[in-house]
Structures are given as C-alpha cells and as structure tokens.
C-alpha cells in the first residue's frame, strides 16, 4: 500500500500522466471538434499515423520542429478533407468512410515511409521536441517538474483545449458549429452554410488528430515506428463521448487516462512478479470501455451526428 | 376570432413570384407558379397536403433551388431586386422571415442563441448580447410574443418554440413573414393570440403569406386568398369575397364530402387501463394515472397539443412502453409484460404516428412490409423459410383490396407516396381483423382523398366491432371521427362531453387560461 | 451551385457493375504511387498478374489468402446487413484460433471426423463470445459497440501475447512465443498435393452460400434485414431487435472465429501472435466491396487477396514496398463508396444565377 502512496506522491507519476495524457487531448479535441458538428470522424486512427509520419519525415528532410507540427496538422488536414468530401458532401456513411480513411491513411504513410527509406535496419531519429527549461519555474519542487519540464508540445495541447473551449463556448462559431451537429436545418434556414460549416470542423479536427501522432515521434520518441499508435485513435473516440463533448471534460478525460497508464506503468514494476505485464497492457483498452459504458446511456450525443444533410431533399 | 382588416386600398407591392417551377423527379410539385403580395396585407396560400404550398416557400426562401422562375422583391421605393436563387442568406437579406413547419431550432441551445445565430460576425470575440437583449425584450413587448431567452429550446413546449421562430425573423428586421401551417400544435386559443400579434403588426406595416390547409382559419384570418392545387395556383380572390364551396373546389378539383359519422354502438370493453402511470417518452410528459375504458364498436378520440402524453400512451398501447404502476388488460386479461408482440398477438392493431420512421422498413419490399408484422404465421413461413409465393399471394391480395398503388409488390417500398404507404399500413393492420385498432394521426400530411379512405376505413373497422383509439392533433379530425373524445393534457387524460372547440381548446390548455 | 438528387431508377446492372469498376480504378490509381516510388509501371503490373496467375503454385496461394478474407468478410457483412458494427474481427479471428489451439494440441484426440469439426465450433463459439461481449454491452447499456469491438482487439491480442508466453506455451518451441502445433487429426486437409490450398477454402465457399441462403430465404434473414434498415420500425413490428442484435453478434464472430480455426488448423498447424495479417480488418473492406453480399464476398476476397499476393510478389521482384497492396486495397473501398453515392444520386452543376440589381 505504502508504495502505491509513494507513487502518487511522486513528481516523476504526474509529469508521467501528463505526457501521456498529451497525444490524447489533441486526439480528443479533434474527435470533439468533428463530432460537435455532426461528423463521426473514425478516420482518426489512422489520421495520427499520417501526423506521426510527415511531422516526423519534415523534421528529418531539415524542416524545423515547429515546421514539422505545421506539416502534421496540414496532412492531417488534407485527410480531413477527404472524409469531409466523403461524408459532408456525398453523405456516405460516416463509420464506412471514416475506416476507410483510416485504412488509406495509414497505408498511404506506410508505403512512403517505405518507399523513402527503403533498407533501414534501425529506424533514423530526429532531435525531438526537448523539456522546457524555464527558470525558476522548472526549478519548482513538485511543480516544476509536472508542469514546467514537459515539452513545448504537451503546453500547445494545453493551450489548444483553452483554444477550442474558447470557440466552442464564447463565439459565435462554436454557437454555430453545434447548432449544425444538433439541427442543421436550423443553421441552413439562418442563411448560414451547413456545408462549410460541417468540412471546417472535420479539416480542423483532424489536423488536431494529426498533431497527436506528431507529438509520438517528435516528442515522446524521436523516430517513426509501424504500429506506433496502437489504437491511441480509438481510445480517443471513447474518451470524447465519456467528456460529453465538451473540451473541460475532453482535458480531464485524457489527464484521468494518462493517470491510470502512468500508474499502470508503475504497478507493473511493482507487481511484475506476480501478475503477468499483459494484464497491465490491456489496462488502457478495458479503462476505455469501461468509460464508455458508465457514460453511455446519459451520453448526450450531439442529436445530428451520423446524419447526412443534402440541400433542398425531401 | 378575428375580423380582417376591412380597408381595402390598393397597397403597394412587396413580392412577386414569377413561374415558380420544382420537381422531385418525376413528380411536380410548382408548376409555374405566379404570386404577389402587397405590403400590409396577410395573403394565405391554401391548398391541400402535397399542393406545392411548402415547396413553393422553401424556393422563396432560398431552401430549395427552383427550376425555373424568379422571386422578386420590392422595397419602400418601388426599387427592384431579383433574388439569388437557393440562397437562404439572400432571402434573409432581403428581410424575409420564414416559420417552418418543422421547426428550425437547434435544441441544444439557448433561446437568444437561436435567435442569434447567423447574425454575428462567426468569429468576433466580443458579441455584443446586451444591445440584441435590448431590441428583443423591445420586439416581444412589441408583438406580445415571449420567450425564455436564456433557456434551452430543448426545455421549452410548442408553444414557445413557435414564438422563438417567429422572433428569430422579428428580430432581423423581417418585412415579409412566412408561416407555415403556425397553428398545427397549437391549442385553438394559443392559435387566436398569435393571430392577434401577428395581425397587429401587419397593420404596423408587415406582410404576411399564411400557409393553412384549415378553411375556417384562413378566412378569419387573412385579406386574400390564393388556392393552389397539384403544383397549380388555381385560384386567387379576396378573403371577403370568398366563398367556401368554390374554395374547396379549387383546392380539391371537384366537390368533396367528408365521411359523414353515425354514431358507434359501444359494446363489451376491449381496453382497460386503470391507474397507469408511465415515464417520459421520446421527449414528451409520461402518463399521469390514466384510467380508460375502450369498447368494441366505437372510436375513442384523444384531442390535445402533441407532447403532453401521447408518445407515452401510443407506446404503451403499441408495447414499446412499460407502466410504471398500473395494469393494462385486454379483452379482460391483463397484459404483464408489454412488448409489441405481446399486444399484436393480442389483437392490437397499430397504426403508428410516423409511418416512415415506425411503420415500414422503406428499403424492404412492399410484399415484405405486408408481413412482418406476423412473420411466424404459417403462410408466411414454414420450418423458419420464408414461404414466398404465399407471401406474395397475400401482397398482391392487399394492395388490390385496400387500393395500394405503386411500381409493384416487390418494389422497394420507399417509392410509394405517403398516402399509399399509409394504405399499406391499414391493410397490414386491418387484415388480421385486430379487436383494438391504434390509430395515431392517421391522416396527417395526407391529402383529402387519401385521409377520407382513411377514416372510411376506420369507420368500417369500428362497424365490424373494433375498438379504435384515435389521437389526433387536429381537433377537427377528432370532432369528425370520434363517437367519444378525452382530452389529453400534462399525462393526463380527461373525458368532455363537449363538442365545441372553445371548450375542448380550454381542455386542450389545462383549462387554466380565460 | 451543386445539386444533389436521388435517381429514380437504380438500375440493378449498374450498382453490381460498380465494384468492378471501383477495382479496376484502384488498381489504376496505383499508378500514381509506383510512380512515386520511382518504378516502371507497366512492369510492376506485369509482376502483380504473373504473382496471380503465373503458375498454379502462385494461383493457389491466391485462394488460400483468400480463405481467411472469405470468413472475415461474411463476418462484417452479415453485421453490418444489421447495421451492427462488428468492427472485432481481428480480435475474433484470434479468439477462434486461440479455442482451436486449446482444444486442438492434444487436450482431445479422437479421428479426424471428430476433430475438425470440434476446432472448428469450439473456435467459433469462442469467436461468437468475442463480439457477444460488445453486442451486450450495446443493448444492455448503449455503449457503442464500433469502439468496445475496436478496443478489444487490442485487448484479446494482448491476451494472446500472454496465453503464448504461459499456459499455451510450446515448450519444444526454443523459447518463441508459440503454441504447440495442431494435432494431424485436427488438422484441415490439403485440397491438392504441395499446394497449401487446405479445406478451409471449400468450407468458407461453403459457410458463403449458407449465408447467403440465410439472409435471402429465412424468417431470421429477414429479421436481420429489417433490424439494420429500420430498427425502429422493427421494433414497432415485433421484431426482437435486442434478440437479432446478439444472433447477429454471435453469428459474426463465429464467422471471424471460423476464419482463425482455418489459418491455424488448415495453414500455419500452430498459433503465433502475427497468424493474422491484419484479416479481421481486411474483412471489413471485403464485405463493403461486396456490397455487404454474401455471394459478393467470394468474389471480393479473391481480388482482395490477389492484389496482396500479386504485390508481393511484385515488392520481390522490383523492391517497391508491399504496403502498396493495403494502398491498392483502401483505395479500392473509397472507390467503391462514392461509386455506390453515383449508383444512387444524381450530381448536377447549376449555373449560379447573377444577381440582376
């Protein structure tokens, strides 16, 4: 008992969950920013492989770090569009489509990493995203090493949730963006556009999926692995229904997530003797249901998503 | 009631529609349709369900793109503008209000939200709420229409939601104002107050198109008249001039007669519910210890204002919905468990109040939507195969029985137009000679040919010893069609022995209005 | 100005036709990232044909990558005809060759006419559980099963992983992670000498057309049809729709269970962790390409199958990497999306009309 207590007192746990929790809350805020408008965007899992890779392979052409995460989130973008096109303007459906988003981003990524680097025995590294050092502040007992020693990365997912909180709730966008995913027929006969409204949030949403795999290859690790993202995508389409769509809740959500892994981590460590590593493994994925299934009969899902909207049909 | 307004000076013009054409595939719904309005005056677009009426504002308004034809605006000078077709911003800026039949709320907003939406600069962070709460709290002292500003539309009742539409185009200035069918929920009273306000601002200067199919409505109500019929306009003329028969003639294109009622003779009870109480359902009050009694050979009509109990009691009738407390027999036997297969095995026959959504399963087979209510009988299956000669035999009987038209029995039933997919409910129902018939707004949306097969049919049931529950939003159905009538009102329901709309309108309220 | 209209008349040759069509574009557009890849086109495709239809060694390993496909693919059909979104078959497929292997390495052993087809139900019953546990999680608590099926892949390979490091352990097996191998009686039949064709094939054509039967012809078949068109509707009717949900569930991953038994008991005879490539998820894009037909999934797993074939061996001969099949492959399913959006909705570009003062 007494080194579970040590764990959650030490600083080294929570900077662990915050970094872990980082990938997901731009997973998270990207889904939320989809779905808020109507979209199921389950292309996710495979928009962060397109982020880990072209975030990852710019840095490694010579393009700077910050050049690498604007790379991400346009690739994330273009994918986005592409689902948005699907799905916003043909009406497909949005599970069939966003698999097979999913499929052909993940692929598409394989196959030019593949083709880019055709015989490498180990992967090449780029030179991440470091740990901030900021005076005084990361000297802090406690705080300094959560907060303040993290990478530049896990503070622009941070700023991100004040960004999208910020939309969502005190401008008139974020009025309009969920009114589009609760009744778009509402947004239409205001003499706004459900069209634009609706490939806006998907192309933006999924440039914040892409930057969650960005962050895997430029801030948690420095190089580019197959199955790096492991369903990190899927976790976030759970953990967005468990924040009721909302990015306060989206922030704890992932924090709540990172914490259970953080602990996982150091459980298993702990207790590795008697209980195989797999259990500890599988902790994530069963957290995720486990969520979900608390949350889902009260879940609030926005009223118009999986709806398809046509102009003018009857 | 109202009088209209009796000065008839000639006004100057505000809109005209000019060979307004739209089809939906084959079928034409504005067939050249040409249309003016004055300013000040309140112009009511009769016609029947499917006479083009809301496809014609849907192009005025920019929600559809027409074919052909143009819609041009006047302003205060007599000036000029053709505008942009498809283009809902176009009509808004043209200070066109439309009330849709369907509200346009997003209900996971606030009131002022909705009302706000679209009027501001998408991404301004400071949005300037006070000044809109100003000019609104002036527009709802103005017209007398009020509504919670802060609270969610979800939270709010009919009533107060058709307000919210109708201030969302108050509040951008709207000079023309389209309503379309504004008093379907409505008690006949919340019906009369609307009217008031709106009749008081015309005469401050806003023009009206008020769509109703609702003859007596119309003519309290508006100046002129314009008929439309099949895509057509076939008649146009003022309100005060106007006399009913023609109308109806116009509207239907030969002389209709309703069914006439006899009354019912009541027999041994079918339905019994005593004490029932039931949880919310799909968004309306659940029932509040509703007690009733149904009998063989009469017609049961619940009035009310939609949401105030009937999703509940049609669930419950139809199984979906369990009672809290209370019991539910049929032919005397009480009914433990509620699924719909309990209650068709019963002898319930339901016709549900969203045929599209509840009734069929529009990418099956009209064949196959003909049985799936009995899909263990043994004409339509044997040892768990589907018998399809049988089932095609007994699809080929119906549709010439109840005069079920369409491209063919093994024609996805998606292609059948609403009447005749109502047609093919009533004759999946009918034919298993059901003891209880549930019939949830049998015939709305249905046109006057299609709605009177309807209610024959639904007579002819209750003649042959049926117990029919009818529940209907529209209290003239329920004042044509009922031997009895209960009013249903916050889960509660309560018999009246009245006929007049008056009384039963004040029933419909809670009785607690003047 | 856009307009999108429904057709009136779907014509039934063109919507059959699509598929084909959306194939052949996709192997088209794979073109464009051999170009990419810097190799020469009309080569590389002369390389993916003869890796198909070379020799019969080369045809035959075509339908044996099929076999799996076929099983995985009446899985997600069969589902997703309820609109249940079975989206487990990955982790199915691994529960089905993990009960085989249970059974199979010498727990029982009796003749082959007992084995088989015990493996064969135990792994489909194991794979029916896998997506039971979601389809119950769906109508008990309204949990989304396109998730809780997704994460349980996950879960149910890292299950795997541990099974193989303990109790399904080889312990001839130098330490890998391996099972021990199938017992001979347990072990599907080779259909043809030196070929690694095995039975599975002919019991995966066979399982198609019983499914096919099923959906077409039974009182259940139609029941899964209302359910995924209109479960309210069905519901409404009496249907038992929770009831459908888990057959269906049940029935689908038996499918995806039934695909694991026959990789492990009729072509690799033991289990590892990578026995799936990625087939579970392949069978998703199979049963879309099949328009979610059974009939239609035989075909689709054969094309899908020798596209991966024809580009591996394509990747030996001119070094271009094989993730081009799963590119040809995705490909292929957004193709045959907006092919089946044209089948059913017609596209016309109005002239925006200028605003005349």
């Not at chain 2, 006949?188 to 609307?194: F, I, K, L, V, Y």
């Not at chain 3, 574009?25 to 051999?34: D, E, G, R, S, T």
Request: a neutral charge; glycine letters at 10%; aromatic letters at 8%.
């Amino acid at each position: 008992m007494m080194d579970i207590l040590n764990i959650f007192l030490s600083d080294s746990f929570w900077a662990a969950s915050l970094r872990i929790a980082t990938p997901l809350i731009f997973g998270v805020l990207g889904a939320l920013l989809c779905e808020r408008a109507g979209v199921l965007n389950l292309g996710i899992e495979g928009i962060f492989v397109v982020g880990a890779m072209t975030g990852w392979m710019a840095v490694w052409l010579g393009a700077n770090l910050w050049g690498g995460i604007i790379i991400a989130a346009m690739a994330g973008g273009l994918f986005g569009l592409f689902h948005a096109i699907l799905t916003v303007i043909f009406g497909l459906s949005q599970h069939v489509s966003g698999l097979g988003i999913t499929l052909f981003a993940s692929s598409a990524a394989s196959f030019t990493y593949r083709t880019a680097l055709p015989q490498v025995s180990s992967p090449p590294r780029i030179e991440p995203f470091r740990a901030l050092d900021i005076p005084i502040l990361s000297d802090l007992p406690f705080i300094g090493p959560v907060l303040f020693q993290q990478t530049a990365m896990t503070w622009l997912a941070l700023f991100l949730v004040a960004v999208v909180w910020w939309v969502m709730e005190k401008t008139a966008l974020g009025v309009a963006i969920k009114a589009v995913g609760d009744n778009p027929e509402a947004v239409n006969a205001q003499g706004l556009s459900v069209v634009k409204l609706r490939m806006g949030s998907v192309i933006a949403g999924s440039a914040l999926m892409a930057l969650g795999g960005a962050f895997l290859t430029m801030s948690a690790f420095d190089a580019f692995f197959f199955g790096m993202v492991n369903g990190r995508g899927w976790i976030c389409i759970a953990l967005v229904i468990f924040a009721s769509w909302q990015p306060g809740k989206a922030l704890m959500g992932a924090l709540l997530f990172g914490m259970f892994d953080a602990l996982q981590v150091r459980l298993q460590t702990e207790a590795g003797a008697f209980i195989p590593g797999q259990v500890f493994l599988m902790a994530p994925y069963v957290l995720s249901i486990i969520a979900l299934v608390i949350v889902a009969r009260k879940a609030d899902y926005p009223r118009a998503l999986l709806t398809p909207w046509f102009k003018g049909q009857r | 009631m109202l009088s209209p307004s009796t000065t008839k000076v000639e006004k100057p013009l505000i809109l005209s529609l000019r060979g307004m054409t739209k089809h939906f595939g084959p079928v034409i719904a504005a067939d050249a349709i040409d249309l003016d309005l004055q300013r000040g005056e309140v112009l009511a677009l009769l016609g029947e369900n499917g006479a083009g009426k809301t496809t014609l504002m849907n192009m005025l308004f920019g929600q559809y793109t027409p074919d052909a034809g143009s819609v041009h605006v006047f302003n205060e000078d007599g000036q000029e503008t053709v505008l942009p077709s498809g283009q809902p911003q176009a009509a808004i800026d043209a200070r066109i209000g439309m009330v849709h039949q369907h509200f346009t709320l997003a209900e996971n907003l606030s009131v002022l939200d909705n009302i706000l939406l679209g009027t501001e600069a998408l991404l301004s962070a400071r949005r300037n709420r006070k000044s809109a709460r100003q000019k609104l709290s002036k527009l709802m002292h103005d017209s007398g229409l009020t509504a919670p500003l802060d609270t969610r539309v979800r939270d709010l009742t009919v009533g107060e939601r058709q307000r919210v539409e109708i201030l969302k185009a108050l509040y951008r200035d709207a000079r023309i104002l389209v309503l379309d069918e504004p008093t379907a929920v409505l008690t006949p009273q919340e019906a009369d107050m609307m009217f008031a306000s709106i009749r008081a601002m015309v005469d401050d200067g806003l023009s009206v198109i008020f769509i109703s199919h609702k003859l007596h409505e119309v003519l309290a109500f508006s100046d002129r008249i314009a008929v439309l019929r099949h895509g057509c306009k076939t008649g146009e003329m003022n309100t005060k001039d106007a006399d009913t028969s023609s109308i109806i003639r116009m509207m239907v294109g030969a002389d209709h007669e309703a069914p006439t009622r006899v009354h019912g003779i009541p027999k041994q009870p079918i339905l019994n519910l005593a004490n029932v109480n039931t949880k919310p359902s799909k968004g309306g009050q659940g029932l509040q210890d509703v007690n009733l009694t149904v009998h063989a050979g009469e017609i049961v009509g619940v009035a009310g204002v939609s949401g105030n109990g009937q999703s509940a009691f049609a669930g419950l009738i139809s199984g979906l919905v369990q009672p809290t407390t209370g019991h539910v027999s049929v032919n005397d036997q009480v009914i433990q468990k509620l699924t719909p297969k309990v209650m068709l095995n019963a002898g319930v026959g339901r016709i549900p109040e969203d045929r599209h959504h509840d009734g069929i399963v529009s990418n099956m087979s009209v064949a196959e939507n003909l049985v799936i209510e009995r899909l263990d009988k043994p004409d339509v299956q044997q040892n768990g195969f589907l018998r399809k000669a049988s089932i095609a035999d007994n699809a080929r009987n119906l549709t010439q029985n109840y005069d079920v038209r369409g491209p063919g029995i093994n024609a996805r039933s998606a292609l059948l137009s609403g009447g005749n997919i109502q047609k093919l409910i009533l004759a999946r129902v009918l034919e298993t000679n059901p003891d209880l018939i549930l019939a949830n707004q049998p015939t709305r949306g249905l046109d006057f040919k299609a709605a009177s097969d309807v209610s024959l049919r639904l007579f002819e049931a209750r003649d042959r010893g049926a117990g029919v529950i009818l529940i209907s939003e529209d209290l003239d159905e329920v004042l044509s069609l009922a031997d009895r009538i209960l009013v249903m009102h916050d889960g509660q329901l309560t018999e009246t022995d009245s006929r007049d709309r008056t009384v039963i309108g004040l029933a419909m309220a809670g009785g607690e209005q003047q | 100005m856009m307009q999108i209209t429904p057709k009136e008349n779907q014509s039934q040759w063109v919507s059959s036709g699509i598929p084909i069509i959306a194939a052949v574009l996709a192997l088209l557009l794979a073109a464009i990232p051999l170009a990419f890849a810097g190799a020469p086109i009309l080569e590389a495709y002369g390389h993916m044909i003869k890796g198909v239809f070379g020799s019969l060694f080369n045809f035959t390993e075509m339908l044996t990558r099929a076999t799996p496909l076929i099983f995985t693919g009446l899985a997600a059909a069969i589902a997703f005809r309820a609109k249940l979104w079975n989206i487990g078959g990955e982790g199915q497929f691994y529960l089905g060759a993990m009960a085989a292997v249970w059974v199979g390495t010498g727990m029982i052993d009796g003749p082959p006419a007992l084995m088989i087809p015990l493996v064969l139900f135990v792994g489909a019953f194991a794979g029916g559980l896998g997506m039971l546990g979601p389809a119950i999680l769906k109508t008990r608590f309204g949990a989304d099963e396109v998730v809780t099926s997704l994460l349980l892949n996950f879960i149910i390979l890292i299950f795997v992983q541990m099974m193989l490091e303990g109790p399904l352990k080889d312990p001839m097996g130098l330490g890998w992670p391996q099972s021990e191998p199938i017992v001979d009686n347990a072990v599907l039949p080779q259909l043809i000498t030196r070929m690694r064709l095995h039975a599975g094939f002919v019991l995966a054509i066979g399982t198609a057309i019983i499914a096919y039967i099923i959906l077409a012809m039974t009182v259940w078949g139609f029941k899964i049809r209302a359910v995924g068109e209109n479960a309210a509707a069905a519901k409404h009717a009496g249907i038992g729709v929770n009831r459908t949900y888990l057959a269906v569930a049940m029935a689908s991953g038996a499918l995806a269970g039934m695909a694991g038994v026959s990789e492990v008991a009729g072509l690799k005879g033991y289990l590892t962790a990578d026995l799936s490539a990625g087939f579970g998820y392949t069978g998703i894009v199979v049963a879309m390409l099949a328009g979610l037909s059974p009939l239609g999934v035989i075909l689709a797993s054969l094309y899908v199958a020798s596209v991966f074939v024809g580009a591996d061996s394509m990747s030996r001969a001119i070094g271009v990497s094989s993730f081009i099949a799963d590119l040809i492959v995705s490909m292929s399913l957004i193709c045959v999306l907006l092919g089946g959006f044209f089948a059913r909705f017609n596209l016309t570009f109005a002239k925006k009309q200028v605003d005349t003062k």
